[in-house]
């Protein structure tokens, strides 16, 4: 079973939209991390965000923000007035206390039409 | 800051052929692992290290070696080159050590490979 699903494969908005991509997980750890990478066209991956499960506090970082809820396995990335830079496959990874492992989403592939 | 290096970029093979992909961390990271990126599946482990001398399995590791002699290097041999391995390479590395792992990775420019 996957352990991480991303199940937006490609979402398109106008620039200036408001868009959330999702990010469902699957564990039975009760301490892991989740995180957030973003994959621009040049092909590298950034680092976003990362988030112990013991911090359920919603985090903002100017247009982008991150809405982690345990009690549905959710940890969903909004991006706020969208620009074309934002253009991207955004992957969600998540790895547990117990292992060694790091699980990533499928992505998903955001493009952004100006 | 080198960070994570890769080599090569591009690399073109053909069925039967071995070759190793290399990937070099400068940050004294204790955990390196390799990923294979394809269409659709996002990043699959193949193989990881929690520290010299140490490696394991991940995902997919089947078609690969891999060993870790020192801390700044985590090759990645492709013993005989087939078709299914065409896609692109990453190496990550990241501070976490060998009980847990839970600290960010800083990933390679990636390679891309062909098998033909």
């Known amino acids: 079973a996957q352990k991480v699903t991303q199940a937006q494969t490609e979402i398109s908005v106008v620039e200036k939209e408001d868009v959330t991509l999702d990010c469902v997980y699957e564990?039975?750890?009760?301490?892991?991390?989740l995180f957030w990478y973003k994959q621009p066209p040049s092909g590298e991956l950034v680092f976003l965000i990362r988030?112990?499960?013991?911090?359920?506090q919603n985090e903002i970082s100017g247009r982008y923000s991150w809405n982690f809820q345990k009690s549905t396995s959710s940890f969903n990335f909004t991006i706020t007035a969208s620009q074309v830079v934002d253009s991207a496959v955004y992957f969600c990874?998540?790895?547990?206390?117990?292992?060694?492992?790091?699980?990533f989403g499928t992505g998903t592939s955001l493009t952004v039409i100006p | 800051n080198a960070g994570v290096t890769q080599t090569p970029k591009f690399q073109v093979l053909k069925t039967g052929q071995s070759m190793t992909l290399q990937c070099a961390q400068d940050?004294?990271?204790?955990?390196m692992s390799w990923y294979r990126q394809d269409p659709g599946m996002g990043l699959r482990l193949i193989h990881y290290?929690?520290?010299?001398?140490?490696?394991d399995q991940g995902e997919v590791p089947n078609g690969y070696n891999v060993s870790r002699s020192t801390t700044e290097d985590f090759p990645l041999r492709l013993l005989s080159a087939a078709p299914s391995q065409t896609s692109v390479y990453f190496c990550?590395?990241?501070?976490?050590?060998?009980?847990?792992?839970?600290?960010?990775?800083?990933f390679g420019s990636g390679t891309q490979l062909s098998v033909l």
């Open positions: 988030r112990n499960s013991f911090d359920e």
């Open positions: 564990t039975r750890d009760t301490t892991y991390y």
């Open positions: 940050m004294n990271h204790e955990y």
């Open positions: 990874a998540l790895t547990e206390n117990t292992g060694n492992q790091f699980y």
């Open positions: 990550a590395s990241s501070y976490s050590g060998q009980s847990t792992t839970n600290e960010k990775l800083f």
């Open positions: 290290s929690v520290g010299a001398g140490i490696t």
